[in-house]
């Protein structure tokens, strides 16, 4: 096939690379970054704009598009490439907003009969503090729309959380506030064709920025799969629990959900939690799931798109562990230290069982690798258990050199060791 993945981060490199791997396709990517450019054909293009990405993919003749990021789904660029009689893999604007919005989201959870936090929408400080007196702590805000993967505050101070709350109002966003959520977290990618929904392995990813869950949010420093702790039967119970009931939802609003479904739970001791939606793959547990699936991501995503998903049957994965720890630039997750070369990829490479995913990087003025956002890489360890994955992937991030740099030691560390 001929197929364009809009985006620049890890994900989509993932993304690539695992289709890649499949042979025979022609891939092509925007705006894509240099560790995507050894795989695939880059074009630049604005991600946001439906009627230019559906251009770029008439012009390049691609039988499937995939969108990356959630801003251009939340944007509808996948009505306009659907309209324009490419398949695309991603949901429209409206089943969208599953992400776009934490309200939106409660309130199909609420009426699909889905088990997630108790929660408040609060528009003013004044609503946020009486909200947040009300739950007590430890306190959650998020806020209500699209934040990058960093919207969200757990804290036991009040003080703090009335801060957060604030810096979302000031930016336009009203905040949502809720129960904390006991219990370990685990991500559940489903992908739907707007009826049909497929479970894809469970994986955790770490979301503080150091060890032992230490330090801010960020976006994830890594993550593992699978998840030997878990109940085997996870995932199909979050199909018939969240993601099945979702999907009927959306349907019956006339507004079906073809895409992935990133379902975070926590496995509490009331039982199964919703904690956040995503419409997207998400990042850094897309690097260890697909490094996983043995079935070919291309017929996945193809089925998906096309409504065909019934067809495909049950996924085929590997038996092989996988561990992705994030090398991230100095002073993530505040502001980034930018332009410093990165080097050693090569070198972590040729560790068998090791492969590095680009996120952050770019090609400065003179052809050198530099740091270009505040999470650089991922570097995948594949092995026959655990243990042996997160040592592959800790021997290739430390032949990498980045000035200031930084990673948890800590990833997948607990269940290696059970």
């Not at 630039?329 to 995913?357: F, H, K, W």
Request: glycine share 10%; with cysteine; proline share 6%.
């Amino acid at each position: 096939m001929r197929i364009l993945v809009l985006g620049s981060g890890a994900r989509e490199h993932c993304i690539v690379h695992s289709l890649q791997r499949e042979g025979g396709h022609v891939l092509f990517a925007a705006p894509g970054n240099p560790g995507i450019a050894r795989q695939a054909e880059l074009h630049n293009v604005d991600l946001t704009s439906g009627p230019a990405v559906a251009y770029l993919a008439r012009k390049l003749r691609c039988d499937l598009v995939v969108v990356g990021p959630e801003a251009p789904l939340v944007d509808g660029v996948a009505d306009a490439v659907r309209a324009a009689g490419v398949a695309c893999f991603g949901p429209g604007a409206a089943p969208a907003r599953l992400e776009g919005s934490k309200t939106f989201a409660k309130r199909i959870m609420a009426e699909a009969g889905v088990a997630t936090a108790e929660s408040r929408t609060a528009a003013t400080r004044d609503e946020a503090a009486a909200a947040l007196d009300e739950f007590g702590p430890p306190y959650v805000v998020k806020n209500d729309g699209l934040a990058a993967g960093k919207g969200v505050v757990v804290t036991d101070s009040r003080e703090a959380a009335l801060m957060h709350a604030q810096y979302c109002f000031d930016a336009g966003s009203p905040v949502v506030i809720e129960q904390f959520l006991d219990g370990p977290e685990v991500s559940v990618f489903c992908v739907s064709d707007g009826q049909t929904v497929l479970p894809l392995a469970p994986a955790q990813d770490f979301k503080r920025a150091l060890d032992n869950d230490q330090g801010l949010n960020t976006g994830g420093m890594g993550a593992y799969s699978p998840l030997p702790w878990a109940p085997a039967d996870l995932a199909e119970r979050v199909v018939e629990q969240v993601a099945r009931p979702v999907v009927a939802r959306m349907a019956e609003l006339g507004q079906p959900f073809q895409g992935l479904l990133y379902c975070g739970l926590a496995l509490t001791t009331a039982g199964l939690r919703v904690v956040e939606f995503n419409v997207r793959f998400g990042d850094p547990e897309t690097q260890v799931v697909l490094a996983r699936l043995a079935t070919p991501l291309s017929k996945v995503l193809l089925a998906a798109a096309t409504g065909t998903l019934d067809q495909v049957g049950p996924l085929i994965w590997s038996s092989e562990s996988a561990v992705t720890v994030v090398l991230a630039a100095a002073n993530y997750p505040g502001r980034p230290t930018l332009g410093d070369p990165v080097s050693g990829i090569d070198a972590a490479c040729a560790i068998p069982g090791v492969y590095v995913l680009e996120a952050g990087t770019k090609l400065n003025d003179e052809a050198e690798l530099v740091s270009s956002g505040g999470r650089v890489l991922s570097v995948v360890g594949m092995g026959p258990n655990l243990a042996a994955a997160r040592d592959r992937a800790y021997a290739g991030i430390q032949t990498i050199h980045l000035e200031g740099s930084h990673y948890r030691t800590d990833i997948a560390l607990r269940a290696a060791l059970a």
